[in-house]
């Protein structure tokens, strides 16, 4: 990996894929990908819960207010560069174009932990083009709020990690806490090796995600509307993915 020992935290490679836009025909409603957000949201164990409190409330008051609490990486959320790169951009830093597109919804049928590993790809790569979002539905989605979804999800292998960025997606889609692997099992000195290939080559990681089924194995125009955080290492999003033909020009670079 780039980022030595010497000088933890640095070594970014920079972003691979095109930035830019392709002309999509949508043919399907929205369907929104995001879980919403409240104090049992999914997040890894390791974190603190989020907070939602009214600060003022109707009709003691005049008009009703939230304060919200949170770590920016739990329920459906966005990993920038900087989650692992000091020198790599933060969430304000990341050009709108990375944040939506064209992608695919690629099913992904594991048991338990088991590794997610190139041949789960196969046939996905004479459909992917260069820039393209990933979305992988392993249907893990259906088990938050159970200790497997914390403690025995599927996570990637290196060597999928190095597909993906070989494949040049912008940015990939789980619907899974983390694409390492689960923290109850994770050996001493982990360093989190499946983010940092992803992150130090570019490619944005979105966390959590939920109802993919009905995109199934579709070609479909994604949106990540995570929010704007300066120096932000990670953000919630809202994710949105509608299916589209497969008649599209090529990308414009």
């Not at 003022?56 to 304060?67: G, I, M, S």
């Not at 190095?162 to 994770?186: A, F, M, N, Q, Y």
């Not at 125009?221 to 008649?247: F, K, Q, S, T, Y």
């Amino acid at each position: 990996m780039c980022d030595c020992q010497v000088r933890r935290g640095y070594g970014w490679k920079g972003w691979k894929a095109p930035t830019g836009s392709a002309l999509l025909a949508p043919k399907g409603e929205w369907i929104d990908l995001s879980h919403p957000l409240h104090p049992d949201m999914p997040k890894v164990p390791t974190f603190p819960k989020p907070v939602f409190e009214l600060i003022r409330r109707l009709p003691a008051d005049q008009l009703n207010v939230t304060r919200m609490e949170m770590v920016v990486h739990i329920g459906t959320h966005l990993d920038s560069p900087r989650h692992f790169f000091l020198d790599a951009p933060a969430l304000d830093d990341v050009p709108l174009q990375r944040l939506n597109g064209r992608g695919i919804v690629w099913p992904v049928d594991l048991q338990g932990a088991d590794l997610i590993e190139p041949l789960h790809l196969t046939g996905l790569a004479p459909r992917l083009r260069r820039g393209d979002i990933l979305l992988l539905d392993t249907g893990w989605h259906r088990f938050v709020g159970t200790r497997s979804y914390d403690d025995d999800h599927p996570a990637l292998s290196l060597d999928a990690a190095r597909w993906i960025v070989d494949h040049e997606v912008k940015l990939l889609g789980l619907d899974i806490p983390t694409p390492d692997l689960p923290v109850s099992k994770r050996p001493e000195g982990f360093d989190f090796p499946i983010h940092r290939e992803l992150l130090v080559n570019g490619v944005l990681i979105a966390e959590h995600l939920t109802n993919l089924a009905p995109l199934r194995g579709k070609l479909v125009e994604v949106m990540c509307a995570a929010l704007n955080i300066v120096g932000g290492d990670g953000a919630p999003a809202r994710i949105l993915a509608r299916e589209i033909d497969a008649l599209e020009t090529d990308w414009a670079v």
